[in-house]
């Protein structure tokens, strides 16, 4: 297994490990051995990291083709045309947005910047969490709040978790791993009951997988609201590493000053397909629409199975191994499925990303 992919597991084992979750050691992905160490083979299944199956969009495939020539000229505009893009999508400044290569990067560099001073910060779990490993080593503490009983993040319990020296809080909507949702009114009256006392940290990575507004749209009064989003999920744009993050300016300009590079480090190709993705908006509507039809087929065929599912507002569904009399893990790695591992001991909940039709065709024939 190559070194970086190594450091990678241990480091999500330990992610996990401290958020409360199982290590990674005891599940699938492990034991499945050198199949996790290159691109998926036209026969495994990968349905494992909530990647889109239907991307990226043709406009972002022939941007980058077109571009890949001039890639020996450096990015020196400073990505300025996709920031420009991005700033007028969510009706903001230029000023508000930071761009970098995958919103986890974002994600370390706000937990570096407000944990330098060594305080709290509280996060659900389980959650989406791998990014706060560097700053909690580095003595930034982490205040933990479980689920509540019915997978959803416990707002009440959240603020209640907040002490004298907590600075941030994070939440993801919709959450990665359970798929639930905070519905828009009952953010936007904890957003602002939040940020009188700290900063509220919104990770909107599967946002564009519902209705829903982004919160966003308060960041320019609230300067203790930060949003991240990314172009890895329904723009289908993983491999392209490309985030961003929108802030009141000041927040931007504190966040991007521990960056040699703020906003230059992407390539050229990540930049030209993110704007083109942004622009195909009959791709990313398509994608959302066979996404939910085939979600809901899946919920469907997981229950006649007799396994509890959490309604789900993303391209992944979170549901209950306990009535499951079989090896899951087993039999995914015998028909080269790639699933993810156990999150929850309790109730034995696992996660598995909504693929394509032939896909999930595949997952039920070997599950059934
Ligand atoms: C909630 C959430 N945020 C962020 C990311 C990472 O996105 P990126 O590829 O932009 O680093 C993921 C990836 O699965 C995620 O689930």
Redesign the pocket.
């Known amino acids: 297994m190559p070194a970086n992919r190594r450091t990678w597991l241990k480091q999500m084992g330990l992610g996990m490990a401290g958020l409360g979750i199982v290590p990674l050691e005891a599940f699938s992905i492990q034991d499945q051995g050198p199949m996790y160490d290159h691109f998926p083979k036209d026969d495994i299944t990968r349905l494992s990291?909530?990647e889109n199956p239907y991307g990226p969009s043709p406009a972002a495939i022939a941007a980058m083709t077109e571009i890949l020539k001039r890639s020996n000229r450096y990015n020196w505009n400073y990505s300025s045309d996709l920031i420009r893009a991005i700033a007028q999508k969510h009706q903001l400044k230029e000023d508000n947005v930071l761009i970098s290569a995958?919103?986890?990067?974002l994600?370390d560099l706000q937990a570096r910047y407000f944990g330098a001073a060594k305080g709290s910060f509280v996060i659900s779990a389980p959650t989406?969490g791998y990014w706060s490993k560097a700053a909690t080593d580095a003595g930034y503490n982490k205040i933990v709040v479980p689920l509540t009983a019915d997978k959803k993040q416990d707002l009440g319990s959240i603020l209640a978790a907040i002490r004298p020296d907590t600075n941030m809080l994070y939440l993801?909507n919709p959450n990665?791993p359970t798929g639930t949702l905070i519905p828009d009114k009952e953010l936007t009256d904890f957003i602002a009951e939040a940020t009188k006392k700290l900063t509220v940290v919104i990770?909107e990575?599967?946002l564009d997988y519902t209705d829903q507004p982004s919160a966003a749209r308060w960041v320019s009064e609230n300067k203790n609201l930060v949003i991240?989003k990314?172009?890895?999920?329904i723009y289908g744009l993983?491999g392209a590493?490309?985030?961003y993050l929108l802030a009141h300016e000041e927040t931007v300009a504190k966040i991007s000053a521990s960056k040699t590079w703020a906003n230059g480090d992407i390539s050229l190709a990540s930049r030209v397909a993110a704007m083109a993705s942004l622009k195909d908006t009959a791709f990313t509507i398509s994608c959302a629409k066979h996404n939910s039809s085939i979600r809901s087929q899946s919920i469907q065929k997981l229950e006649k199975l007799g396994l509890r599912c959490i309604p789900s507002h993303t391209h992944f569904i979170y549901f209950s191994l306990e009535n499951y009399g079989k090896d899951y893990f087993g039999i995914l790695k015998q028909h080269k499925i790639e699933g993810t591992y156990m999150y929850e001991e309790v109730g034995k909940w696992t996660r598995i990303t909504v693929g394509t039709e032939e896909e999930m065709k595949r997952f039920f024939q070997a599950i059934s």
Do not use: H, P, Q, W
């Not at 995958?102 to 990067?105: I, K, L, P, Q, V």
């Not at 990314?230 to 999920?233: D, I, L, N, P």
């Open positions: 990291s909530n995958g919103s986890t990067e994600l989406y993801c990665n990770d990575a599967y991240i990314t172009f890895s999920k993983a590493r490309i985030g």
